[in-house]
């Protein structure tokens, strides 16, 4: 648990078969996470409340040792890949696997740009929720059970949007409550991952965007 620090930049690690609560909880921080390895975290394999930043090129895996799992260790159905509260961060080539809940999970008012990302049977590969806005592009998803959900679960947080750059869903791959909005642009657009997070995403917002059927 990182709490209050300026910077936190994580890469080339392991993180795994922790079994209170998170595997990585980082809070009010700039994060770059790049090239880790989140594997069998009792609960999320990381928690991001209140950060900007990075998170690229990561496994996150719901998966135990079987060693542990002989010893009774289990995993809990409600852990989520990544779970993002009051932040800003761009997603990018990450994979998301086996999760019993969310691969990643948008809530409470978050910002964020999700870029390339592979989403493997999971219960639903990504989940917006509470105010929070969803950049989408080019994320491959296999066997998920939903591939984009979005709700609001607290009634004093607006619905969530969601922006989808370029992909093509079939109908029951999405999840969409009345209220929340889906929506699209014309054509494909180049972004520059080498702008500022919170620049690209005043960019993107900036488009002409229409809704979506869902």
């Known amino acids: ?34 090239n880790n390895y989140f594997y069998g975290n009792f609960s999320d394999q990381v928690d991001l409340d209140i950060c900007v930043g990075t998170v ?31 932040s800003k961060v761009l997603i990018l080539e990450n994979t998301f696997d086996g999760f019993a809940d969310k691969g990643v999970s948008v809530g409470e008012k978050t910002d964020i ?15 917006i929720k509470d105010g929070s806005n969803a950049y989408l592009k080019s994320n491959i998803y296999d066997s998920n ?44 657009v180049e972004i520059d991952l080498d702008t500022d997070i919170v620049n690209l995403l005043n960019e993107l917002k900036d488009f002409k965007w229409y809704e979506l059927e869902d």
């Open 1 to 34: 648990s990182l709490y209050g620090h300026d910077t936190v930049s994580i890469k080339n690690s392991k993180i795994l078969n922790n079994s209170a609560d998170d595997g990585l909880n980082i809070k009010r921080a700039k994060i770059s996470l790049n």
């Open 56 to 86: 690229s090129n990561n496994q996150f895996i719901n998966n135990i040792d079987p060693d542990q799992q002989a010893n009774g260790s289990s995993l809990d159905n409600n852990g989520d890949g990544l779970d993002l509260s009051g």
């Open 113 to 127: 740009i999700i870029i390339g990302n592979t989403f493997t049977n999971n219960k639903s590969a990504i989940t």
């Open 145 to 188: 059970v939903i591939n984009i959900q979005s709700y609001r679960k607290k009634n004093y947080f607006k619905y969530p949007y969601v922006y989808n750059i370029n992909e093509k869903h079939v109908t029951g791959k999405l999840e969409a409550s009345l209220g929340s909005q889906y929506l699209g642009l014309e054509e494909d």
